[in-house]
């Protein structure tokens, strides 16, 4: 188990550290685009906030294969 904990020890503070930085990204690039009309940056706002997705969704399966295996998932996830 300490071993197991170890090798997804950084995982956990990585994921919310870059999903919290992209998010500030997103918002000040909305809040910046949006100010000087900027299509661009707007554009790459929501590729970011894309990536934001793509990053909760790689956190949540990150979550899901610390489960133990037992009952039907003898493997784990
Ligand atoms: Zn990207």
Redesign the pocket.
Same mark, same amino acid.
């Given at each position: 188990m300490g071993a197991h904990h170890q090798r997804h020890g950084g995982a956990a503070a990585a994921f919310r550290w870059s999903v919290l930085l !992209?998010a500030l990204l997103t918002g000040a690039q909305l809040a910046i685009g949006f100010g000087f009309g900027s299509l661009a940056l707007i554009g790459d706002a929501i590729? !970011?906030l894309?990536?934001v997705v793509?990053l909760l969704l790689a956190w949540g399966a990150e979550r899901l294969s610390l489960r133990p295996a037992r009952g039907r998932f003898t493997y784990g996830y």
């Open positions: !992209n590729h !970011n894309g990536d793509g």
